[in-house]
């Protein structure tokens, strides 16, 4: 079941109870924020990751997000021996030439005191725009990848310009080769908007419907659509796409975002002759601001579109197995990584499948499905929080319902 239908509860003893009356959430702890411990028996049989999308099986939730890890034929095949549940691949369009990179490209946001260059990376923002590879070179390299990975899930990710006829020539070429799914990335925020493409797309509702309408009418594969954070409401582009036919919705892409300016040259960062450009930011950084938006897109789904088998893909800032738990109890159905796979390669995989296991045998849960979209129902308005607390005053005594979170552990 790949839909935001959310699953039934597997009765367990350590979960927090149904909000069903305002009384019953007195006195309850939070669920605790996925300390990964292991508290099963030896003897339990081993939580299954397997997740089924839009009709696609993956051995685990886990996707290499659209980006340098799946740049190439080499990367991507490193991705699936690693045993990635699937790859997308770096975005592509007709004409590679027209995309220009630069160098720098890439800033890093760093913990620590004063910004010390030591610190742990928290934050990442880039510059950089799709793929500059050929297309014909990337799809043979797709082509390749199938034929030697049959059974894996291959998605190609795509940009183009405001012209259908464009986009049905991409779609065609790509589906030529055998991908799985297509990803559309009308996300990228530093990526020729005076072209109309990336987000210039998917800020902009009604181009968004039209260009969602002719990539539906071409495609024969499945169509996720990936969404921009860079806009108030991202419910609303994303009800859009799925109403224009897309059977999923990715997010979040890049937030954006200045990195720093120096305060010895006075330039800002990445600087590029002098000069910079706004960029996407990335990583840890963005995992809060990504649980809020998927958080959005998930109510949106769960009340207009349960009826089908639509999905939801969770991107940003993961790099444990408790940061993609949280994507999955929010109803997302995969959980992608980028900048996690830069930073710590992509024998990532395996930790994040056995952190996510861990979670699952803490709760007793034996499928993704067992607990994919539960926590969503706990999320209500401020003004009811604000009358849950009064009954609990009035009725039981200064002792706080929630216990503090422990976020900052991940
Ligand atoms: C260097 C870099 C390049 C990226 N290139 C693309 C791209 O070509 N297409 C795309 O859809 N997203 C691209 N992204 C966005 C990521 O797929 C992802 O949505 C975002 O970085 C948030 O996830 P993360 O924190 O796991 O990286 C890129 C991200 C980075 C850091």
Redesign the pocket.
């Known amino acids: 079941m790949a839909s935001l239908k959310l699953p039934p509860l597997k009765p367990n003893p350590s979960f927090i109870p149904e909000r069903s009356s305002k009384t019953l959430s007195l006195g309850l702890a939070r669920p605790n924020r996925v300390g990964l411990r292991v508290f099963a028996s030896e003897s339990q049989e081993a939580p299954d990751l397997t997740v089924k999308v839009n009709g696609l099986t993956m051995p685990n939730p886990f996707v290499i997000?659209?980006?340098?890890p799946g740049t190439n034929y080499t990367v991507m095949k490193r991705a699936f021996e690693e045993g990635w549940g699937a790859v997308i691949a770096?975005?592509v369009s007709l004409d590679a030439s027209k995309v220009i990179n630069v160098t720098p490209?890439?800033a890093r946001l760093k913990a620590g005191a004063n910004g010390s260059a030591k610190g742990q990376i928290i934050g990442?923002e880039?510059i950089?725009l799709?793929?500059d590879r050929p297309l014909e070179t990337m799809l043979k390299e797709f082509k390749q990848l199938k034929e030697e990975y049959p059974d894996r899930i291959l998605i190609a990710?795509i940009?183009e310009e405001y012209d259908k006829a464009a986009w049905e020539e991409l779609i065609d070429r790509v589906e030529q080769t055998g991908i799985d799914a297509i990803?559309i990335?009308f996300?990228?925020p530093h990526g020729m908007p005076e072209r109309k493409m990336g987000a210039a797309v998917g800020q902009d509702c009604l181009l968004l419907e039209e260009v969602c309408g002719w990539i539906n009418a071409k495609a024969t594969v499945p169509v996720w659509a990936?969404m921009t954070p860079n806009i108030t409401d991202i419910s609303q582009p994303a009800r859009v796409a799925l109403r224009s036919g897309c059977e999923g919705i990715s997010a979040?892409?890049?937030i954006m975002s200045v990195m720093g300016i120096n305060l010895t040259t006075l330039r800002p960062e990445p600087c590029v002759e002098g000069y910079s450009t706004p960029g996407?930011y990335?990583?840890k950084a963005?995992?809060p601001i990504?649980l809020g938006k998927v958080m959005s897109i998930a109510k949106m789904m769960e009340s207009e579109f349960s009826e089908k088998d639509y999905s939801l893909s969770g991107?940003?800032?993961?790099e444990t197995g408790g940061d993609a738990a949280e994507f999955l109890l929010l109803g997302a159905n995969t959980v992608?990584?980028?900048?996690?796979v830069?930073m710590h390669g992509y024998g990532l995989v395996k930790k994040l499948c056995s952190e996510l296991k861990d979670f699952m045998k803490m709760h007793n849960f034996s499928t993704i499905e067992d607990f994919r979209g539960v926590s969503l129902k706990y999320f209500t308005t401020h003004t009811d929080l604000h009358d849950f607390k009064l009954i609990h005053f009035v009725g039981i005594g200064n002792v706080s319902p929630c216990s503090s979170s422990s976020k900052g552990n991940a």
Do not use: L
């Open positions: 997000g659209s980006g340098p770096k975005t490209r890439y990442w880039n950089e799709i793929s990710s940009m990803e990335n996300s990228c990936k979040i892409n890049t996407g990335s990583a963005v995992h990504a991107i940003g800032g993961v992608q990584v980028c900048t996690g830069m």
